[in-house]
């Protein structure tokens, strides 16, 4: 694989005066305040962790700290149906490196939906052909999955920023794959991604960086063997009935 890059080199939360409760009650938001930062590693860096750790919380509003639309988009995008990002974002600082991208998108699973009208109106209002940017057909007219694959194969370009939380959801096993490849290729351009996830597959990326975040929000690089995801899913597979008899005994 190419030299990979940065933009983004440092996350920290000075430690906020009089805020408490949500998010700064979440484990990885209280133990970023806590400490002395999160380093960030060129190419990609991949963030997972349990249901309500915080780990969309953080990548949601590091996504608004580098100036993105909270329920997605680029940074020229704008529009808002219902805000229901946390504050977070205002708090966080970003150290960055000299060099800056040139162009970024940040993908929220849960509000995409909403994107693709925004892609929609923009590319009926304005004088040129948004969509040709996005594959040339709109995202509502693709399935899911298929409207991310369209996105990272025509939208992302080289020496840019992508933000991503849970790119997967919307993937099968073969499409998640493909999004693999999409990142080794993205990495390979001089981009820099950041991507919360629970997929063991985006997971296998070589080169990758991933950080796990515990059940007290500690958040450290872990290898491909024993992150989270991977070691669940495969315990899983070797033995699904030793699961089943745990989680529907007495049903």
């Known amino acids: 694989m190419a030299t990979q890059r940065r933009f983004i080199r440092e996350v920290r939360l000075p430690a906020p005066s009089g805020a408490g409760g949500y998010p700064f009650s979440l484990p990885a938001v209280a133990w970023l305040a806590r400490g002395d930062g999160l380093r960030l590693g060129a190419g990609v860096t991949f963030l997972v962790g349990e249901n309500g750790t915080g780990k969309s919380t953080l990548v949601e509003a590091l996504a608004v700290a580098a100036g993105f639309n909270p329920e997605g988009g680029s940074q020229n995008f704008r529009f808002a149906t219902r805000a229901t990002e946390s504050p977070l974002g205002d708090h966080l600082v970003l150290s960055w490196e000299a060099r800056k991208p040139r162009t970024g998108f940040f993908l929220r699973a849960e509000s995409y939906y909403n994107v693709a009208s925004e892609i929609e109106r923009l590319d009926s209002d304005g004088p040129t052909r948004l969509l040709d940017s996005y594959g040339g057909v709109s995202p509502h007219e693709r399935s899911h999955g298929e409207s991310f694959l369209d996105l990272a194969t025509h939208r992302f370009g080289p020496d840019g920023l992508y933000i991503l939380d849970e790119p997967e959801a919307a993937l099968s096993v073969r499409g998640a794959m493909a999004l693999l490849a999409r990142f080794a290729d993205l990495a390979a ?27 007290d929000g500690a958040i450290g690089p872990v290898g491909y063997d024993d992150a ?4 669940m899913t495969r315990d899983f597979l070797a033995a699904p009935d030793r699961y089943l008899r745990h989680l529907l005994d007495g049903r």
């Open 189 to 215: 351009a001089g981009c820099q991604l950041i991507v919360a996830t629970h997929s063991p597959v985006l997971l296998a990326l070589p080169g990758a960086t991933i950080y796990e975040i515990d059940a």
């Open 228 to 231: 989270l995801p991977v070691r």
